[in-house]
Structure formats: structure tokens, C-alpha cells
């Protein structure tokens, strides 16, 4: 079975500095999907960043990077030059393919990110 | 074009009520998904729709009946709800055969009284 770990339930940035939110996985497939996604207090999911297993380069968009280290098993997010719209709560999330059709995300437990002024 | 549209956005309920929810896509995708999401946890899936037709069920009780009537349109009808239902209600859609990432709508706050 999957599993997604997020160690940091709140974390605190100061605006314009840059900020790392930590996640592990444990998986026995050699080919999985990683995934970041941003849920502010509205509710909706915002997809962020996605890194596959066989990618050779992290991932980036934008502000936000994928420090992907395989070997341990980890796929922090880093939030760059943080801003005030940038306060919300984020997910790591694994992707399973399943064999029906579509896919099952397992989410972390979430991290809330405040950036203060 | 991105956008996953949920309505209503917030909906109470009573307990013998019967109440649908309603997601809409454009993107072509040919999965779609409901997740519940309770206040401060990550979501749960409930039900995965592949080429309209049901693939996944996570065990779901009755009382919810996801229905896709086309590749565009995800429903899920709510009938005898109870308090503990009260959430968050996720739609998503994805790529052919679950690649790709995830696309969310803004989801519908339900509260069963």
C-alpha cells in the first residue's frame, strides 16, 4: 500500500523568503506520480507541481520546485520568494493508476503554510 | 481551459431530503472523481468514473449514488444523508487512463441538519 508523510502540520514563512515543506512516501511500484497541490480556506484543490518517478530533473514551475531525492524517498516543495496569497494548506500526493481506469490520489495529511509580513 | 465546475457551492440538507451535486468539465477528460474532504484532512476518494462508466467504489454507502450521465457530467445524488456527512465534496477529472495530474473543482460545502 501507498503511503504519503507529512511531518510539518503548521510552518510559518516571512514574506519574501523561501520556504520548504517536507514529504516522504513509502511505494513498492516502480512507477509512481508525485504530486503538490495548494488548497486555500475556499476549498478548491490547485494542482502545483507533479514529479514522475523517472524523471531525471525536479521538477519547476514558476516559484515552486520539486527537491525529489529517490533514493531516500522524498518530494519536498520549494516555495520561493513566498507572498501573503501563498497562506494556505498543501498536500503531497502520490498517484496510483488503476487497473479499471483513472487513478487513486493518497494524500498526505497536509501542511499549513502562514506567511507572515 | 482548466476549470472544473462544481455546483451548488454550499448546500444544507435535511436528513430526509434528496439533493444532488453537480461537476462539469471541458477538458476532454475521460475520468472523473468524487472525494470527500472532512474539516482539517486530506481528501478521501469515494467514487472514479472512467469512460462514463463506474470503476471504483471505496466501499461508499448507499445513501450516495454517483451518476455519469456523459464524458462532460459527474452527479452525485444524496438521499437519507446524516450529520456525519457533513464536508467537503471534491469533483476532479484527469487524462485517459489516470495520467496526468488532477484537476479539482472548488468543491460544495454540504451540511446535513
Known amino acids: 500500500a501507498q503511503k504519503i508523510t507529512q511531518t510539518q502540520p503548521g510552518m510559518f514563512v516571512q514574506e519574501k523568503e523561501a520556504v520548504t515543506l517536507d514529504c516522504t512516501y513509502d511505494?513498492?511500484?516502480?512507477?509512481?506520480?508525485l504530486f503538490w497541490y495548494k488548497q486555500p480556506s475556499s476549498g478548491e484543490m490547485i494542482f502545483l507541481i507533479y514529479q514522475g518517478s523517472y524523471d531525471q530533473q525536479n521538477a519547476t514551475e514558476g516559484r515552486y520546485s520539486l527537491n525529489f531525492q529517490k533514493a531516500r524517498k522524498s518530494a519536498n516543495l520549494v516555495i520561493s520568494a513566498s507572498q501573503l496569497g501563498d497562506s494556505a494548506m498543501y498536500f503531497c500526493?502520490?498517484?496510483?493508476?488503476?487497473?479499471?481506469?483513472?487513478?487513486?490520489?493518497?494524500f498526505g495529511t497536509g501542511t499549513q503554510l502562514k506567511v507572515e509580513l | 481551459d482548466t476549470e472544473v465546475t462544481q455546483t451548488p457551492k454550499h448546500l444544507v440538507m435535511g436528513m430526509t431530503n434528496k439533493k444532488s451535486l453537480k461537476c462539469e468539465q471541458h477538458m476532454g477528460h475521460r475520468a472523473m472523481y468524487w472525494y470527500k474532504q472532512k474539516a482539517k484532512k486530506p481528501p478521501e476518494l469515494m467514487f472514479v468514473y472512467s469512460y462514463e462508466k463506474l470503476s471504483i467504489n471505496e466501499s461508499v454507502p448507499s445513501r450516495f449514488s454517483p451518476e455519469c450521465p456523459n464524458s462532460s457530467l459527474l452527479n452525485l445524488h444524496l438521499h437519507a444523508l446524516q450529520p456525519e456527512d457533513s464536508a467537503l465534496y471534491l469533483c476532479?477529472?484527469?487524462?485517459?487512463?489516470?495520467?496526468?495530474?488532477?484537476?479539482f473543482g472548488q468543491g460544495t460545502r454540504l451540511t446535513v441538519v
Open positions: 476532479a477529472s484527469s487524462q485517459d487512463g489516470g495520467l496526468g495530474e488532477a484537476f
Open positions: 500526493a502520490m498517484r496510483d493508476i488503476l487497473t479499471g481506469g483513472g487513478n487513486k490520489l493518497t
Open positions: 511505494t513498492s511500484d516502480p512507477s509512481y506520480g
